[in-house]
């Protein structure tokens, strides 16, 4: 069974600080990961992927992947009180099942004016 | 319409009731999922067709029945439900490749409700 584990949080940060949410993740061959942002009552929303090993930033975002220590991250600079929700974690899965999403249950996290 | 979409948003049956879902996407994609998300657990693969044929079932109960009769829409046949089936069910699509994954995106959920 792959797995995908996130801190459950909740994670609480003040307006303007940085929000750093983790993901560790089970498959060894897995290629690729994404991070959702899922608003509550709202579909998942994608934000970021990456594929290879290092940071990659986009905007306030940044993902950074270890495929080594199987851990991907998501930074978020200058937290807004927009940035408020749930943000999930997806793996890509490995061999047969590389059409596959494994999904993590998610962070919430809250930024606080 | 862009991006993908799916009615209804809401859905109140019975558990005798035979209903349908629909999804359609306006991305050219050639993939499409359908996922259901539960209250306090993480979204769960239910099919994946791909180029119109399914290649995956994840276990799913016979209740739920998928339809694909093209890349670009996707149905799921509702019949004799449980409240258990009681959710938000989300329909994606993706480019699909050989070795690795495309993103995947999400239409706004139909939120079901079994009485």
């Known amino acids: 069974q792959k797995e995908v584990e996130q801190n459950s949080g909740p994670l609480s940060v003040p307006e303007g600080a940085i929000a750093s949410l983790n993901c560790t993740y089970s498959d060894r061959g897995s290629q690729s990961f994404f991070w959702y942002r899922q608003y509550s009552g709202k579909s998942p929303e994608l934000i970021m992927s990456i594929y290879s090993n290092g940071d990659k930033e986009d905007g306030r975002f940044t993902a950074q992947l270890n495929k080594a220590s199987q851990y991907v991250s998501l930074l978020i600079r200058d937290s807004q009180p927009s940035d408020s929700a749930t943000y999930l974690c997806a793996v890509e899965g490995s061999g047969g099942s590389n059409y596959k999403l494994t999904f993590g249950k998610g962070t919430l996290l809250t930024v606080n004016p | 319409e862009t991006g993908v979409t799916q009615t209804p948003r809401h859905l109140v049956m019975g558990m005798t009731n035979k209903k349908s879902l629909k999804c359609e996407q306006h991305l050219g994609h050639n993939a499409m999922y359908w996922y259901k998300q539960s209250a306090k657990k993480p979204l769960e693969l239910m099919f994946v067709y791909n180029f119109k044929e399914q290649t995956e079932n994840n276990s799913v109960p016979s209740r739920f029945s998928p339809e694909c009769p093209n890349s670009s829409h996707l149905f799921l046949h509702l019949h004799t439900l449980q409240p258990e089936d009681s959710a938000l069910y989300l329909c994606?699509?993706?480019?699909?490749?050989?070795?690795?994954?495309?993103?995947?995106?999400f239409g706004p959920g139909t939120r079901l409700t079994v009485t």
């Open positions: 994606a699509s993706s480019r699909q490749r050989t070795g690795a994954l495309y993103e995947q995106y």
